[in-house]
C-alpha cells in the first residue's frame, strides 16, 4: 500500500514533471538529460544505498580545470560525518553532521546509477550523490529537480 509521506509526495511531482517533460519533448528530452549528465559507476544492488556514504569525509571542490584554489569545506581534522539513519516508510535515510551547519537528516532513492537525497524538512534543493570509488563520491546540488553538473563537492574517505 502507498503511503502518502511529504517524502513520497515530493517523489511523486518530481515523477509527474519528468513524465510529462518525456511526454512533452519525445526523444529530445532523453537525448538532453543523457548528454548533461556525466556517467556514473553501477552501486551494487546488494548493498544499502546508504551504506557507501556512512563515515567521515574531507570535502572540497575536485581538482579540475577552472579550478583555481579550492578551500576544504571540511578536513579529516573536522570531518562530515554521515551515519545510517532509520527507515522513512521504504526509504533509507542518513544522518548528515556537518562541523559547520546544523544536523541534516536524508531520505535516499537511487535513480540512474546514482542516489538522490531529499532533505526530510522538504526543501526545495536536494542533492546527487555520484560514487567515484570506496572513498570518495562527488556530491550535486539540484534546484527543484535541476542539477547542478558543473560543481560538484568532493568527498573523499578519511582513513580510521
Not at 1 to 22: D, E, G, R
Not at 31 to 50: F, N, R
Not at 79 to 94: L, R
Amino acid at each position: 500500500m502507498f503511503k502518502l509521506t511529504p517524502t513520497n509526495a515530493v517523489k511523486a511531482v518530481l515523477l509527474t514533471s519528468l513524465v510529462t517533460m518525456l511526454s512533452a519533448c519525445g526523444d529530445k528530452a532523453a537525448t538532453k538529460i543523457k548528454d548533461e549528465a556525466p556517467l556514473a559507476p553501477v552501486i551494487e544492488e546488494t548493498m544499502s544505498i546508504a551504506a557507501p556514504f556512512v563515515g567521515a569525509w574531507h570535502v572540497a571542490r575536485p581538482d579540475a580545470p577552472g579550478v583555481i584554489v579550492s578551500v576544504p569545506m571540511a578536513t579529516c581534522d573536522s570531518p562530515v560525518v554521515i551515519s545510517e539513519g532509520p527507515m522513512d516508510g521504504t526509504d533509507p535515510t542518513i544522518i548528515y553532521k556537518s562541523p559547520k551547519g546544523p544536523v541534516s537528516s536524508m531520505a535516499l532513492t537511487s535513480f540512474n546509477n546514482r542516489v538522490t537525497w531529499m532533505p526530510m524538512d522538504n526543501g526545495p534543493t536536494s542533492l546527487i550523490a555520484e560514487m567515484k570509488d570506496e572513498g570518495k563520491f562527488w556530491l550535486y546540488t539540484a534546484n527543484l529537480g535541476k542539477a547542478d553538473w558543473d560543481t560538484p563537492n568532493e568527498y573523499i574517505r578519511c582513513d580510521g
